[in-house]
């Protein structure tokens, strides 16, 4: 299984991102994808997982401004990222169920 992240940088606060996270070596449509972040000195929390039927789960520090959606046909999740604030700043790994990460992308909200 490789899990392939994109989409961070640095932005603005109050500014948007998509972070993209294109998987291969697996059958993409039945497993559950998820994004969780690891900020410096702290453990890596959830962000957001989407289910194989498209049931969302978010954590409540991001919820409404985070949407997590996927594109089976592409075998791609997505992570769009609104409303950003410092405290969103992070490492972004994404995760295939049961225990797959991707190499992690840097977002960095800062003026």
């Known amino acids: 299984v490789q899990l392939v992240e994109s989409g961070g940088g640095l932005v603005q606060p109050g500014g948007s991102l998509r972070l993209s996270c294109a998987a291969s070596?697996?059958?993409?449509?039945?497993?559950?994808m998820g994004w969780y972040r690891q900020a410096p000195g702290k453990q890596r929390e959830l962000v957001a997982t989407?289910?194989?039927?498209?049931?969302?789960n978010y954590a409540d520090s991001v919820k409404d401004r985070f949407p997590i959606s996927r594109d089976n046909a592409k075998n791609t999740v997505y992570l769009q990222m609104n409303n950003l604030k410092p405290e969103d700043t992070a490492v972004y790994y994404c995760h295939a169920f049961p225990n797959n990460w991707g190499q992690g992308t840097q977002v960095t909200v800062s003026s």
């Open positions: 989407v289910s194989s039927d498209g049931r969302t």
């Open positions: 070596g697996m059958i993409f449509s039945i497993y559950a």
